[in-house]
């Protein structure tokens, strides 16, 4: 387990550094000049000199990305001052040199162009709300969807599976973007004096009497679009899955010796056909954070998405960078809890 574990956090870590390679490069390649960016166009030279400076833009590009590394990797090697150890919040492990020390810190993302912020507090201030939408929005998915697909298995062939399959087709085939400018459109706009909804708004709220409150009603259809693809996923695997399952032997063994239906269905069957549609669910976890970034700036949801598009419009590409790096880091580490998930739930399944 522990070697598997130790190989495991090897190929994560080598993912994430081919991630890191090309999101660097990709936005290095791009003809804007985010100097310019800060400054605006009118800016001076000395202005534009000591700005490329401060971010280090002024060094070729492999020293750019060797100081990138150096900032992202939890150790590195800093000056040994204050003014560095403020900037990196480093704890030092020992000299190795008279000006520079080994140091071990959080990973350093930099600060936004254009408000000279961390990039990380910045991206802690709305990963909470993304966090919250994905994760209501993945709830709703597994509950509906495991029990819609539950039910058009073992009603196979009827108008109830035939509505099932036609649902989760139309979830499937319909972009997340799409769906949330209609149901946006739909229950935000024509039926809202009916469903109470707006077409768009944040998680939380500013009363002039309570201050900043929480409005759960903002986050009821961003949740339901995000939710629409993994809903369909779920319920088109968890029926396949429930068919394969009801055919086998143990299955009718159990029914020949009188078990009732719901024991089958649910304490026999429905266990053994949950693989599948965990593996879905770990990983449409991960995507409906990068899912989020359309339905975000669909419904005006101020979180991770909405903040990423609005950082690429004004060319902040240090926010961009850590969003992307984020994401990539969830996926990583989602994709090791499942493998680990699996021997849980199936034995039959080893660490090879």
Do not use: C
Request: hydrophobic share 50%.
């Amino acid at each position: 387990m522990i070697s598997y574990l130790i190989r495991k956090l090897f190929y994560g870590l080598a993912v994430m550094l081919g991630i890191v390679v090309v999101v660097f490069f990709l936005f290095n390649i791009l003809p804007v000049d985010p100097a310019r960016m800060t400054q605006g166009q009118r800016a001076d030279v000395q202005s534009l000199q000591a700005v490329r400076k401060e971010f280090g833009l002024d060094k070729p590009v492999p020293v750019q990305f060797a100081y990138y590394i150096n900032d992202l990797s939890p150790v590195g090697i800093h000056l040994n001052n204050k003014e560095e150890q403020q900037r990196y919040h480093y704890v030092r492990l020992f000299a190795v040199s008279k000006t520079k020390v080994l140091a071990l810190k959080w990973p350093y993302l930099r600060r936004s162009y254009q408000t000279h912020k961390e990039v990380a507090a910045l991206l802690l201030e709305v990963i909470p709300n993304t966090l919250v939408l994905a994760t209501t929005a993945m709830f709703f998915a597994i509950i509906i969807g495991v029990f819609l697909g539950v039910i058009s298995a073992v009603n196979q062939n009827t108008w109830i599976d035939k509505l099932a399959i036609g649902f989760s087709t139309l979830g499937v085939s319909a972009p997340s973007f799409f769906a949330g400018i209609i149901i946006a459109w739909v229950f935000g706009f024509e039926l809202s004096k009916y469903t109470g909804l707006d077409m768009s708004g944040s998680l939380y709220t500013y009363d002039p009497f309570k201050g900043e409150v929480i409005a759960w009603r903002n986050l009821i259809l961003p949740m339901v679009t995000l939710a629409l693809r993994p809903l369909a996923i779920i319920v088109q695997l968890t029926r396949n899955a429930m068919l394969d399952v009801l055919g086998q032997d143990y299955i009718r063994t159990a029914k020949a010796k009188g078990l009732s239906r719901n024991a089958i269905i649910y304490r026999h069957a429905l266990k053994n056909a949950l693989n599948p549609v965990i593996t879905a669910i770990a990983n449409w976890f991960a995507s409906l954070l990068a899912g989020s970034f359309f339905v975000e700036y669909v419904f005006g949801y101020n979180g991770l998405g909405k903040t990423t598009v609005d950082a690429l419009e004004m060319s902040d590409f240090p926010v961009v960078m850590g969003s992307i790096l984020f994401i990539a880091f969830i996926f990583v580490v989602i994709n090791i809890l499942v493998d680990i998930i699996y021997v849980w739930i199936d034995p039959r399944v080893k660490l090879n």
